[in-house]
């Protein structure tokens, strides 16, 4: 299962809906223990980024006051967590799960999140039978993925007067193609189409369309640290089938892959070439964790969102099979999948 970039109930967005006047409003997040105090925690606005408000953690506990016009989808960041809310007047509570309350909006949005949660959790369960067959096991995760589509459906249909909408929209734009997408903001609601968020997804989808298999790869350049550059045209269409990993070291379903593509590379040797590319992530852990798993291909480390943009990546691990003359393959799979995908293209 990949990890996306924006997680399930990660897609928010700065909505403004209507005029209201400014009132005080306090964020009140809670730890289960001190090993956090001194962190700093920043408040910001889900669509653009922009830091609202920040405060360090003092023992278990971060307090984020400030005074908010209109109500907007934001998010508590500590280190790479980040906690989704609707920042409105009011004290809003926030626990270390991610359970919201406090406020009108905020009181909704958690108990959406909770049974959907419960709700998928339990299929997950069902999908972990030994006894299912694959194709009973694939089932399960299609009614999961569209009862996620469906509630988020709802959630947009039932709030386009308040953040909460905007948030069911987002998601509703996740692996739609660019007319799908296009037909969805034509008929949002007004100001919809400016938002940040709506304009990446967008973007992204023009992307994959652009770089979906059968088209060429598209170039791209990281700079290094001693000031030199790596292409990525230097490891790809030179000759040789390429095996091109995106991946991040803190991210579990990249980790739990990287045996797959070891018992690839070492069926093929030569015949097949492996890249890793590391995105979101900083060169330290990235060199660590290369070290410490044993990794032995080629690396492009420090890419940042910078590939993930071009092809438009939103969940990792994405690996990609680039043929020798640099015509793109196959994308998105893992596991047996990929390695049935490489035998059919190392066999012809």
Known sequence: M???????????????????T??????????????????????????????????????????????????VMAALSINRSKK????????????????????????????????LRENIFAMRALAQDPELTEQQRD?????????????MNSLYENNKNNPLGYLGFLALLEDK?????ESLIANAPVGYAD????????????????TAEGQKYV?????????????????????????????ASWCGPCRRELPNIKAIKEKYGDKLAVLGVAVWDKPEDTEKAIAELEITWPQIINAQTIPTDIYGIKGIPHIMIIDADGTILSRGLQGEQLAKKVDEIMSR
């Open 2 to 20: 990949k990890v996306k970039f924006s997680l399930m109930v990660a897609v928010a967005a700065c909505v403004a809906f209507a005029s209201c």
């Open 22 to 71: 400014s009132h005080d409003y306090s964020v009140t997040a809670n730890f289960p223990d001190d090993s956090m105090s001194g962190s700093q925690v920043y408040l910001i606005n889900y669509d653009n980024g922009d830091t609202l408000a920040s405060a360090v953690i003092d023992s278990n506990i971060v307090v984020l006051k400030g005074v908010v016009e209109q109500p």
């Open 84 to 115: 989704v809310l609707v920042l409105e007047p009011g004290n809003i509570n926030v626990s270390v799960e991610g359970n919201i309350s406090g406020t009108e909006l905020n009181d909704k949005y958690g108990k959406f999140i909770s049974d």
């Open 139 to 151: 089932s399960i995760y299609d009614e999961i993925n569209m009862t996620h589509e469906n509630e």
């Open 177 to 181: 193609s660019v007319a799908e997408i």
């Open 195 to 210: 938002y940040v968020r709506v304009n990446k997804s967008l973007n992204a989808a023009k992307n994959v369309e652009a």
């Open 219 to 247: 170039d791209f350049t990281i700079p290094v640290a001693d000031g030199s550059e790596v292409n990525f045209r230097d490891y790809v269409g030179n000759g040789v089938p390429v095996l091109v990993d995106f991946w």
